[in-house]
C-alpha cells in the first residue's frame, strides 16, 4: 500500500495544478501558430480539435507574441480555433531493467507485440550535459570484435566514434556486428528515421537473437514527424543515461546522426532560423554538440558510442561531417571502392583514426600498427604505377615490401559479418602480421 501511495503523491508533485490556455491561429505545414499558450521552448502542449481528439505537439519558437508549435505525429484535424493547452513539462521516457531486450518507439512505447515495461524512473530526454570534472580519463581499450578496428583504430571505453560512409556501403552491417560483439554491459541501439523495411532486417539479420537479448532499440521511421525522429537520438542517449548511471558500461550505437540533423534543421526553419552551410541551421549544431557531450566516461558506468553518418556523394568535406567529425573522438570511414572489391568491412583505414588510441594501447601494439600503416600509406602512393605495370620491383624496397605483404594485409583485415574476433586475437594477428612483413 504504501509503494502505491508513494507512486500517487510522486505524480503529483509532478502534475502542474493549473493549465494556460490559446487559440490555433494559422496551420502550415507541421507548424502550428497560437494565440497562447504561456509557455517556454521545448515544453509540451496539447491541442483538442473539433472531434474531441488530443494531439500531442511541442512549443519549438515565437513568432511575436504568438507561439509555434509541432505536433508531434500528424496536424491532420486541427483547425483554426482549436483550443492549445500548456502541459507545464517537457519530453520524458520511462526507463527500467524491463527495457533490455524490447524495441520501443521515440515515446517509449512498446512496438515488439508485448506489455508495456515496467518503469523504475522517468527521465527527461533533454538532459543537462555532465560537467567537466564529472568525467574520467579514458585509459581501458573496448573490443568491437571486428579486427580492423581492434587493431588499427583501437577504441577506448567511453570513446565516441563516428562511422562516415556513403548509402549501400555496409554502415549497418558494421554496427550490426559491434552491437553483436563488442565487450559491453548493455547495448542501446536508436535507430533514426529509418526505412520502416529495414527496421525488421536490422533487428532479425544484423542484431540477431544473441544481440536483442541485451539490447535496448528505440525506433523512428522516416515517414513520422521531425520531432519522433529527434526524439529517437534523444530517448536512447537518455536510456543509456540511466544504465551508465547503474554503473554499467552501456555501448550506444545511433544510425544515424545525419537524420537527427536534417530532423532539427525541419524543425529549426519550421521555427524562423535563417539556413546556413547546406540550409542548416545554426541550432542544429548546438543540438549535435549537446548530445554526443552527453556520452563519454564517468566516474560511475561509461557510454561508449558509435554514430553513423551519411557521406551524401562520399564527400568527407560537406560541412555536417566536417562539424560531426570535430566534435568525436576519431573516425571510422567507409570506401565504396572497397565495398566494390569485395573488401569487407570496407575500412579505409588511413582516412580513419581513433585519437584515443595512444592512451588505450600498449607500446608493441602501437609500433605494429604504425608499421601497418607505414606499409598501407606507401602502397597507396605507388598503386597506379603498380596496377598500369611501370614499377620495377627493387626500385623501393619499401614499396616492395608493401607489395609482398599486400595479400597477408588483405586476409588480416578482410572479416566476414558472422565472424568474431576478440581484443587479445586481434592483438596478437596484428603482432604477427607486423614480424612476417
Known sequence: MTALLD?????????????????????????????????????????????????????????????????????????????I?????????????????????????????????????????????????????????????????????????????????GSGVGK?????MMTRNTEADVTVVGLVGERGREVGEFLEHALGEEGRARSVVLVSTSDQSPLLRMRAALAATTVAEYFAAQGKHVLLVLDSLTRFAMAAREIGLAAGEPPTAKGYTPSVFTRLARLVERTGQFKTGSITAFYTVLMEGDDQQDPLVDAVRSLLDGHIVLSRSLASEGWYPPIAVLD??????????????????????????????????????????????????ALRARGSLRAFLAQDATERVGFADAVRGLACLAAAV
Not at 172 to 176: D, F, N, Q, R, V
Request: hydrophobic share 40%; proline share 6%; net charge neutral.
Open 352 to 401: 580513419s583514426v581513433s585519437r584515443l588510441m595512444p592512451a588505450v594501447t600498449e607500446p608493441a601494439h602501437r609500433e605494429h600498427a604504425g608499421l601497418i600503416r607505414r606499409l598501407m600509406a606507401v602502397y597507396a602512393r605507388s598503386e597506379d604505377l603498380v596496377r598500369i605495370g611501370a614499377y620495377k620491383a627493387g626500385s623501393d624496397p619499401d614499396l616492395d615490401r
Open 172 to 176: 549497418s552491417t558494421l554496427i550490426g
Open 7 to 83: 507512486t500517487y503523491f510522486a505524480h503529483l508533485g509532478r502534475t502542474q495544478p493549473w493549465r494556460w490556455h490559446g487559440q490555433v491561429l494559422e496551420s502550415v505545414g507541421q507548424t502550428i501558430e497560437s494565440a497562447g499558450p504561456l509557455a517556454s521552448v521545448g515544453e509540451c502542449c496539447e491541442i483538442q480539435d473539433q472531434y474531441g481528439n488530443a494531439h500531442a505537439a511541442e512549443v519549438i519558437g515565437f513568432r511575436g507574441p504568438n507561439v509555434l508549435s509541432m505536433p508531434v505525429e500528424s496536424a491532420d484535424g486541427i483547425r483554426f480555433g482549436d483550443r
Open 85 to 165: 493547452s500548456a502541459l507545464g513539462k517537457v519530453p520524458q521516457i520511462e526507463v527500467g531493467p524491463a527495457l533490455i531486450g524490447r524495441v520501443l518507439n521515440a515515446l517509449g512505447q512498446a512496438i515488439d507485440g508485448q506489455r508495456a515495461p515496467v518503469a523504475q524512473a522517468t527521465f527527461a530526454l533533454d538532459t543537462k550535459v555532465r560537467a567537466p570534472l564529472d568525467r574520467v580519463a579514458i585509459r581501458t581499450p573496448l573490443g568491437t570484435g571486428i579486427r580492423a578496428i581492434d587493431a588499427l583504430l583501437t577504441v577506448g571505453r567511453g570513446q565516441r566514434v563516428g562511422i562516415f560512409g
